[in-house]
């Protein structure tokens, strides 16, 4: 018995060696491992064995077995594994989705004021963030005792000798480069980051985002102004958004202003959003006053213009009624993916 069990293990090697496909895997599987094949032959005469050689030869056998066994599930898997290589992918199973991210909320907010105001004829400035007293404040008709130039609402920068150099606290600094280089007509938006040494609350921030809006040229009047504005509540917010303007006071416009659109949570019916006005700040606008445009070097006896500018954070959080600011910052992606 084991002298048949050494010549069928020498066949199986042999047929093992000479496996060159599928089709010769299966041919092997037939001949060797189904009920009627080889190594099932001589299982069947384990019985004709003698008792004092029985645990020899089972051993034997099921050694044999074992190696053919895994001699075909090996060549099957491999000239399996080749025919889908050969056969190339298959189209009909369903595509993968890739995890991909998206614009942050504030900078789609950003790119929407933009893309609006573009509409209206408004170019893009940009200025640098870190920026010099005169075009931060002086230019801008800031008196020097003005409470603004404190060390408490402004972030001063080491810069040698110089005492003049801070982060750039509105990008109305953008405003005076662009009328010192550019003649009238002027019209331009500023987005861009600005700095404030302020308490970081739910309403407010040290380093946020602002847009700032320009228009100088012949003529330009207050109702172009309010003109102006409204059609950008419109644009952002919806088309039966309501307006309002209050008198205010900034050093660099006058007559100046504030603007305010109805509450987007009541419809103006008064609620804790809106204080039960009826009514949502979003930002300050004015004429510009007459000595800017003298420090830029345009004459004011011939030009006139207005200025406008709100923080983006602000806007965004009056449209989706995010009530806390620094959800915009904490990299929450339960907030984030919501837009």
Not at 37 to 59: F, S, Y
Not at 116 to 135: C, K, L, N, T, Y
Not at 150 to 176: N, P
């Amino acid at each position: 018995m084991l002298d048949a069990i050494t010549l069928l293990r020498t066949t199986v090697e042999s047929d093992i060696a000479a496996i060159d496909s599928l089709e010769a895997v299966e041919a092997f599987r037939l001949k060797h491992l189904v009920r009627k094949g080889t190594i099932a032959g001589l299982m069947d005469r384990l019985r004709e064995v003698p008792k004092e050689q029985k645990r020899e030869v089972g051993l034997a056998l099921n050694e044999l077995r074992t190696l053919a066994e895994t001699a075909e599930s090996q060549a099957r898997e491999r000239f399996s594994s080749d025919a889908k290589k050969a056969a190339g992918p298959d189209i009909t199973m369903p595509g993968r989705r890739l995890a991909t991210g998206h614009e942050h909320p504030l900078m789609r907010a950003k790119a929407r004021i933009e893309e609006i105001f573009r509409g209206m004829g408004f170019s893009v400035a940009q200025g640098p963030e870190v920026e010099d007293d005169f075009h931060n404040f002086g230019a801008l008709n800031f008196a020097p005792e003005h409470p603004a130039r404190d060390m408490q609402d402004t972030f001063f920068v080491k810069a040698g000798d110089r005492d003049d150099v801070l982060l750039r606290t509105h990008t109305s600094s953008v405003q005076i480069r662009l009328m010192q280089s550019t003649q009238p007509p002027i019209r331009a938006i500023m987005p861009g980051r600005v700095y404030r040494n302020e308490a970081v609350t739910a309403r407010s921030l040290a380093e946020f985002y602002q847009v700032e809006g320009l228009y100088v040229d012949k003529g330009v009047t207050m109702a172009q102004l309010k003109g102006t504005i409204l059609e950008f509540a419109r644009a952002y917010y919806s088309a039966d958004v309501k307006t309002r303007f209050r008198p205010s006071y900034f050093p660099f416009t006058e007559p100046s202003g504030e603007m305010d659109i109805t509450c987007f949570l009541c419809e103006g019916k008064g609620c804790r959003i809106c204080k039960y006005s009826g009514w949502l700040e979003i930002g300050g606008c004015g004429m510009v006053h007459p000595n800017v445009l003298s420090n830029c070097g345009i004459d004011p006896e011939v030009y006139s213009g207005f200025a406008f500018g709100f923080g983006i954070e602000r806007t965004l959080m009056l449209k989706t009624g995010i009530d806390d600011i620094r959800l915009l910052f904490d990299n929450d992606v339960r907030v984030l993916e919501q837009f």
